[in-house]
């Protein structure tokens, strides 16, 4: 961090802030320019007092212009942590490799027909992972809320006949346990995301966790919630970009495909984009497909399902089997421009 001095202060106004710079136990380096002077400060500012900290204090000096970030905050999640690329490993699916990682499967799980007959499509058409919701966010409480561990049971019985893994959301700290009993990969939602004492549970477990990005959240914001996994010991953190609110109404969310070269840069950890909930509307969701995928994507959830027109929540976005094998087809010449295999 980078402390520049308000024009014209003088020896007194220096001292006073040098000297609570190593108050806090770091080491301030001054450099005096004809008018303006600033002060570095050297150490490890994510020991003893934060950069939070060091920033609240220095920040109610009248002496001090202004504060300059010269490091992000984030340690394990960011590339300067870890150059390589991560690679999640949920048995021999790998999601940030060179394949691309599909998950497919309805936004709820429904009953036992609907989802054994999706996880067979999805798998038919190439996709590895079965998604489907147990414990659901609804936005009304009258709306239908899943089925809750008989749903986990029943995403069991699916992945016990196709082979695909299962990833599900967990909302509640106190679920983490039961659903990481049936779960290959824990599912955050975007509701959810600085959800800290959830955060905090699943960074113990072992399961691999998939952090959607918050409807209103930062990049900073996103990485940061992610840190709270890894800070707990668990590594395994996908990243998934969902879409984010903006003051365009015509979609359920703005995709932001940006997430894409930005966390990138910023993080090793792998991303995927989610274009049914970033778009909302089901002839959207191929071009968003194909779009991310050509950006670098190194995944895509997609909301499958059997009768769209039936289903218990987010139909309209859904893709029947034809319309997701007619997807699979669609991005291979993408995914093949962007140097990976379907
Ligand atoms: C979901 O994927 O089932 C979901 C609820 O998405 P989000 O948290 O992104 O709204
Ligand atoms: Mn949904």
Same mark, same amino acid.
């Given at each position: ?6 024009? &014209?202060? @003088?020896? !007194? ?6 000297? *609570? ?11 005096r ?25 220095? &920040? ?5 212009? *202004? ?28 999601i940030?490799?060179? /394949?691309?990682?599909?998950? &497919? ?25 079965? *998604? =489907? ?11 239908? !809320? ?9 995403? /069991?019985?699916?992945?016990? #006949?196709?082979?695909? /893994? ?5 909302? @509640?700290?106190?679920d ?12 955050i ?13 699943? =960074? ?8 959607? *990005? ?20 668990n ?12 003051? #365009? ?22 991303i ?5 909930? &970033? ?29 769209? !027109?039936? %289903? ?7 893709l029947?089997? #034809? ?11 993408? %995914? @093949? ?6």
């Amino acid at each position: 961090m980078i402390v520049v001095m308000k024009d &014209g202060s @003088d020896d !007194q106004d220096i001292k006073k802030i040098t000297d *609570r710079i190593e108050e806090m136990g770091y080491t301030p380096h001054v450099s005096r320019g004809e008018k303006k002077t600033i002060i570095g400060i050297i150490g490890d500012l994510n020991k003893d007092l934060n950069r939070e900290e060091v920033a609240q204090s220095l &920040g109610a000096y009248s002496e001090i212009d *202004r504060l300059v970030p010269i490091q992000e905050p984030y340690k394990l999640v960011g590339r300067s942590f870890k150059k390589e690329d991560t690679i999640v490993e949920v048995g021999d699916v790998k999601i940030g490799g060179k /394949k691309l990682a599909v998950i &497919g499967g309805p936004c709820s799980v429904e009953s036992e027909k609907q989802i054994v007959n999706t996880a067979r499509a999805v798998k038919k058409a190439g996709g590895q992972i079965l *998604r =489907g919701g147990a414990f659901k966010p609804r936005t009304s409480p009258y709306s239908f !809320q899943g089925l809750l561990e008989k749903g986990l049971k029943l995403l /069991k019985t699916a992945s016990e #006949e196709t082979g695909l /893994k299962i990833i599900t959301e967990v909302m @509640d700290p106190r679920d983490v346990e039961l659903v990481a009993e049936y779960a290959d990969i824990l599912q955050i939602g975007a509701r959810n995301m600085q959800n800290f004492y959830l955060l905090k549970e699943i =960074g113990k477990t072992e399961t691999p966790a998939m952090l959607k *990005r918050g409807m209103n959240a930062t990049y900073k914001e996103f990485l940061m919630a992610a840190e709270y996994i890894m800070a707990e010991g668990n590594h395994d953190v996908i990243l998934c970009e969902r879409g984010i609110r903006t003051f #365009e109404e015509y979609t359920r969310n703005t995709l932001d495909l940006l997430s894409i070269p930005i966390t990138e840069k910023l993080s090793h950890l792998p991303i995927i984009i989610d274009p049914s909930h &970033g778009t909302g509307d089901w002839e959207l969701v191929n071009p968003a497909a194909r779009g991310a995928v050509a950006m670098g994507a190194d995944g895509l959830m997609i909301e499958v399902h059997p009768e769209p !027109q039936k %289903a218990l929540s987010d139909g309209q976005q859904s893709l029947d089997f #034809e319309k997701f094998n007619q997807l699979m087809e669609d991005i291979k010449v993408f %995914a @093949d421009a962007a140097g990976r295999e379907i």
